[in-house]
Nanobody
């Protein structure tokens, strides 16, 4: 089993910064993509940023130039540095990690795990 623990959310004024962390622990046979999603009240969950095992990144248009995703493979941790925060960034932020697990006697397959969510509130 794999556990994800998120931290770093909170209340910040518009223009401020926050850094989210998501640490994976447990039985891990390699981590593929790691990413951050967010869900605002009354809205669908949306992908914010993703980083591959090789370090390639993608961002949703609304956060480009303001948010930076990174990972520390030695710590099985993904980060989201959020700068120039806006009220519309207010949401619960969830990390998602794709972890390889044994499948059969010799193969591996990926499984998705989600963090518990952390609230980010940006006041105007």
């Amino acid at each position: 089993q794999v556990q994800l623990v998120e931290s770093g959310g909170g209340l910040v004024q518009a223009g401020g910064s926050l850094r989210l962390s998501c640490a994976a622990s447990g039985t891990i046979f390699g981590i593929n993509a790691m990413g951050w999603f967010r869900q605002a009240p009354g809205k669908q969950r949306e992908l914010v940023a993703v980083i591959t095992s090789g370090g390639s990144t993608n961002y949703t248009d609304s956060v480009k130039g303001r948010f930076t995703i990174s990972r520390d493979n030695a710590k099985n941790t993904v980060y989201l540095q959020m700068n120039s925060l806006k009220p519309e960034d207010t949401a619960v932020y969830y990390c998602k990690v794709e972890v390889n697990a044994p499948y059969g006697s010799m193969w591996y397959r990926p499984f998705d795990y989600w963090g518990q969510g952390t609230q980010v509130t940006v006041s105007s």
